[in-house]
């Protein structure tokens, strides 16, 4: 079972910051939190990680609340090209036992 | 581009052939994935490999049948298939020890069983 809570669809404006967010409010203290996405019929594809702290990349920036029971990816200029499904997940790194799970994760529709 | 790669992207198949999926990746990585999509489901993972030895297969029939010759090259072989079976088959690898165990997909084999 998929541990963490998504909305099952978004949009938003091209140009404007796409706010996605994830409920994890049973993470333990060494899960981390994932997001990766999935344009139509491709492969996933990682998009950012953390434990704790905000992180930020070339793609998106990831902020995780204080009591990491839930967390925000955000896309700061969305463009057609992010239409997909995105999805979180939390998972210990390095542990076998750990799997990635995908639940149903959020569409995302970016409009004109 | 994702440095993992599969081959065929496409494949029909009928239930009584045989069939196998490749994957190769050129990252280095030290292990690798097979997952299953079927339409409007989430990806489930079916097997896991490390270090070429297989660690986890998630409950899947034996008409699959999964092969790690070595840490850059996984294989899916089949048959035998049921229609149900048809599916898009993800291969994904990782390096343990990594960025923390980020796992990099391929494109995916769109298996249509008649």
């Known amino acids: 079972d998929a541990k963490t809570t998504q909305p099952p669809s978004m949009d938003c404006a091209e140009g404007r910051a796409a706010n996605l967010p994830c409920n994890h409010s049973?993470?333990?203290?060494?899960?981390?939190v994932y997001w990766y996405r999935q344009i139509h019929s491709q492969g996933p594809q990682y998009i950012i990680h953390?434990?704790?702290n905000n992180e930020t990349n070339e793609m998106a920036s990831l902020i995780i609340t204080e009591d990491r029971k839930s967390s925000t990816l955000i896309l700061p200029h969305a463009t057609l090209r992010d239409t997909a499904v995105y999805y979180c997940?939390?998972?210990?790194?390095?542990?076998?036992?750990?799997?990635?799970?995908f639940g149903s994760g959020t569409r995302l529709s970016i409009r004109p | 581009e994702t440095g993992v790669t599969q081959t065929p992207r496409h494949l029909v198949m009928g239930m009584t052939n045989k069939k196998s999926l490749k994957c190769e990746q050129h990252?280095?990585?030290?292990?690798m994935y097979w997952y299953k999509q079927s339409a409007k489901k989430p990806l489930e993972l079916m097997f896991v490999?490390?270090?070429?030895?297989?660690?986890e297969n998630n409950s899947v029939p034996s008409r699959f049948s999964p092969e790690c010759p070595n840490s850059s090259h996984l294989f899916l072989h089949l048959h035998t298939l049921q229609p149900e079976d048809s599916a898009l088959y993800l291969c994904?690898?990782?390096?343990?020890?990594?960025?923390?165990?980020?796992?990099?997909f391929g494109p995916g084999t769109r298996l249509t069983v008649l």
């Open positions: 994904a690898s990782s390096q343990v020890r990594g960025r923390a165990d980020t796992q990099y």
């Open positions: 049973t993470i333990s203290g060494n899960e981390y």
């Open positions: 953390g434990l704790k």
């Open positions: 997940i939390v998972r210990v790194p390095y542990s076998s036992a750990s799997k990635i799970i």
């Open positions: 990252l280095g990585h030290n292990a």
């Open positions: 490999y490390n270090f070429k030895e297989q660690t």
